[in-house]
């Protein structure tokens, strides 16, 4: 089998990630992705002497989990010699996500998942604290495995059009936004598990105590079944939404962004996502 460094030299390649002079943040969980990924683009950015590499993380506030992920993220990037950036829920929006589901789950707000919060929010902070280090790209740890479940996600949630949205490196759309690259996207979360067994690599094991609440495990149940019947569907899924995307950027065109009237982040309506759920907690 084809290592993995290998595989994402390809899709990096494939999808024109990375300049050669590029400053590049990597998304640092504490996870076995984001932490391998952390391994193979620090070994590949030794190569490009005006490229250089450093790692951010959030913490969101999850106790008895986070905590852990971010002390085991730190030691990695110590022993890789990356600089690492941490930003907290607690510091930009005023609460940890514990303090946001209590809040949520007092008010008997059922609508909206912890992941639901924590995904907008998570998104918003990687973005302001990659643009905070003055990084060009910012490059995240999704697997084949998550970017299938996001289509279907995307589907499920009736959120057709966001599957424009997830590609492999976006758009420049806005200043403020920091390009996303995703060099995990064609590698499946078996090989990248594979990859840190094997090099020994220090990864958080425990699940989120979140995650069973989320719809996205009973899409990634859903997935593995489907997988081991029928090999390669994952990646079938994703080059579908590949299709779909083209046909309707054709049709539709990219979406314009604006500043958040609260904020002033890019959103594409007049307050961002993260304002307006922050709003619905004070309220
Ligand atoms: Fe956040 Fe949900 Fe992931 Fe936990 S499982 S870190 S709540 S998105
Ligand atoms: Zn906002």
Do not use: W
């Not at 899924?237 to 309707?248: M, Q």
Request: hydrophobic letters at 40%; one cysteine or more; glycine letters at 4%.
């Amino acid at each position: 089998m084809e290592s993995v460094e290998n595989k994402v030299r390809a899709t990096i390649a494939k999808y024109k990630m990375f300049d050669f002079d590029d400053r590049i943040a990597v998304a640092v969980s504490g996870g076995k992705d984001s932490v391998s990924l952390l391994h193979i683009l620090a070994k590949i950015e030794r190569n490009y002497p005006k490229a250089s590499l450093l790692a951010v993380s959030v913490d969101e506030g999850i106790a008895g989990y986070r905590d852990e992920a971010l002390k085991i993220a730190g030691e990695n990037c110590k022993k890789l010699g990356v600089e690492h950036h941490v930003i907290s829920f607690k510091e930009l929006y005023g609460f940890t996500l514990d303090e946001i589901v209590y809040k949520l789950r007092r008010s008997g707000e059922s609508e909206l998942t912890p992941c639901a919060y924590c995904g907008v929010l998570r998104r918003k902070a990687l973005n302001l604290i990659a643009r905070k280090v003055d990084a060009g790209k910012l490059a995240t740890a999704h697997t084949l495995d998550d970017e299938a479940q996001t289509v279907l996600l995307n589907m499920l949630h009736g959120d057709v059009l966001r599957i424009t949205r997830e590609k492999p490196v976006t758009d420049e759309t806005h200043p403020k936004l920091i390009r996303r690259v995703k060099p995990f996207c064609e590698i499946p979360e078996k090989e990248t598990a594979l990859f840190a067994y094997a090099r020994k690599v220090k990864f958080q094991a425990i699940p989120c105590p979140y995650a069973p609440e989320a719809l996205r495990n009973d899409v990634r149940l859903f997935l593995n079944r489907m997988e081991e019947k029928h090999a390669g569907i994952k990646y079938t899924v994703f080059k579908a939404a590949e299709k779909i995307r083209l046909a309707v950027e054709k049709t539709a065109g990219s979406e314009i962004l604006r500043e958040c009237s609260q904020c002033g982040e890019p959103t594409a309506q007049s307050i961002c996502k993260a304002c307006e759920m922050l709003q619905r907690i004070k309220a």
